[in-house]
């Protein structure tokens, strides 16, 4: 169990005074639009997606573009946010474990939707279960499923804007479809054996590699805080790339890359970028990048990678 902070304290402090002040505050500030608030790059992008081109609703992202979301430290201005959200969307587990003091801080009972609840999770070699969801198209599927209903009958919400969302849901699934498709045809293409991905970083794709049948060697499982391998842990990686002819060395966003590197300079491997869309930097987000278009280019990395 984390130990509280003295911020942490101060934000529930917060909490309990705003209970007490604005008990009967709902609706959020911002022009009387119904107010979905999201932690993270996936659960945002999820919900400005199913609500796209609905004027009744705005969806506010808490964790700026370029912030690691794992370390976060909330501020008392998201704790706002969240006490008069409509609708609080978090990944849950160790995705966005500040989300809880986030909903303990607001004071009241917030409608709150986890992306993880009632999926199947992969637990770590620790018992912990694994919080990456999204990297499995078909997981978003469920969450879009699941999400839909829960979104279109908010408190507020018009008849247009719900209809709006009933497309966009439909729309968005067949989108994910597609994706989930053209990686099944793209792994199918690969032989058995080379089935395989080498991660000089972090793994959080556990549920990639387990949708599509993928095996994986990485220095550090799921997203784990350490930052140097074991010397044993990078030889074998080393020894991996070379007895398996792997071409390329993967890393995740937001990282330095440096073990990455380390083993592509020993082995003569190339590096490249899977993203994972825990977070966008604020270029990607400028940009207009989504879950679809980061993994259409995951995709696309892999075609190059095992060609
Ligand atoms: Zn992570």
Redesign the pocket.
């Known amino acids: 169990m984390r130990r509280f902070s003295g911020k942490i304290l101060c934000l529930l402090l917060i909490g309990v005074l705003l209970g007490a002040i604005l008990p009967a505050c709902t609706q959020s500030a911002s022009n009387n639009k119904v107010e979905i608030v999201t932690t993270t790059f996936p659960a945002y992008d999820i919900a400005r997606t199913l609500t796209k081109e609905c004027q009744g609703v705005h969806v506010r992202l808490l964790l700026s573009p370029g912030t690691e ?2 370390s976060y430290d909330p501020s008392a201005a998201d704790m706002m946010a969240v006490h008069d959200a409509d609708l609080f969307l978090y990944i849950g587990q160790a ?1 966005d474990a500040w989300a809880e003091t986030l909903i303990q801080a607001a004071g009241k009972k917030v409608l709150k939707f986890a992306l993880t609840d009632e999926l199947e999770l992969i637990l770590d070699e620790h018992g912990e279960a694994d ?2 969801v999204w990297t499995n198209p078909a997981n978003v599927i469920q969450i879009v499923e699941r999400l839909t209903p829960v979104v279109s009958t908010l408190p507020g919400v018009s008849e247009e804007d719900a209809a709006s969302m009933e497309a966009n849901a439909a729309a968005y699934i067949q989108a994910l479809e597609s994706l989930d498709n053209d990686f099944c045809t793209f792994w199918a293409s690969v032989p058995e054996e080379d089935r395989l991905l080498v991660f000089g970083d ?1 793994f ?1 794709f556990m549920y990639f590699a387990k949708a599509y049948g993928v095996s994986y060697s990485a220095a550090f499982p ?2 784990s805080h350490e930052s140097e391998p074991s010397a044993n842990t990078v030889m074998a990686l080393i020894d991996t790339v070379r007895n398996r002819g792997i071409s390329t060395v993967f890393y995740v966003e937001f990282s330095q890359h440096r073990i990455a590197d380390t083993i592509a300079a020993e082995t003569g491997a190339k590096t490249a970028l899977l993203h ?1 869309c ?1 977070n966008v930097t604020k270029e990607e987000f400028d940009a207009g990048e989504t879950y679809l278009s980061l993994m259409r280019r995951n995709l696309q990395q892999l075609q190059e990678s095992f060609r």
């Open positions: 979301s794992h995705a919080p990456h972090r959080p799921g997203c994972a825990h």
